[in-house]
């Protein structure tokens, strides 16, 4: 996938600071906000597991800190053979800083293995209107 390379680059530094001692499961998100910057966050869990945090949620709060508020592109990252994919939680995020040409990739060690668009991530989404 040479178009997002840069995000998959970007994701796979983030999953490796990931501090995830409880699943051993590292996580890494790259978004490329409408601005062109690139924004990152990786898992940070907790021993009180709830507390816990995607690195989904990572990378939203980096880009909202760093100005910007709107996702061209996403990408999701573990290094893994299964194919991740974001939590319910980490959708309903992912939608308040989307729009319909938003573009979502799940990726694991392979590479990307899918691109969805937001709609079909959180179908019947909860939107203000
Ligand atoms: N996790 C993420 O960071 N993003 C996802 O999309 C799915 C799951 C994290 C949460 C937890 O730290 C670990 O992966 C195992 O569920």
Excluded at 14 to 39: D, E, L, M
Excluded at 82 to 87: A, H, Q, T, V
Excluded at 104 to 127: A, H, M, T, W
């Amino acid at each position: 996938m040479e178009e997002v390379s840069d995000l998959v680059n970007a994701a796979i530094k983030a999953a490796n600071n990931a501090y995830a001692p409880y699943s051993k499961f590292k996580v890494g998100c790259a978004i490329r906000a409408s601005s062109g910057k690139i924004y990152t966050g990786c898992n940070v869990e907790n021993v009180s597991y709830p507390v816990g945090t995607c690195a989904e949620a990572g990378a939203i709060a980096a880009m909202v800190n760093g100005g910007d508020n709107k996702i061209d592109e996403i990408l999701v990252y573990a290094d893994s053979g299964i194919l991740i994919s974001p939590c319910g939680a980490c959708r309903q995020r992912i939608v308040e800083f989307s729009d319909k040409n938003t573009r979502v990739y799940l990726s694991n060690k392979d590479g990307v293995q899918k691109i969805i668009e937001v709609e079909d991530l959180l179908p019947y989404c909860f939107r203000e209107f």
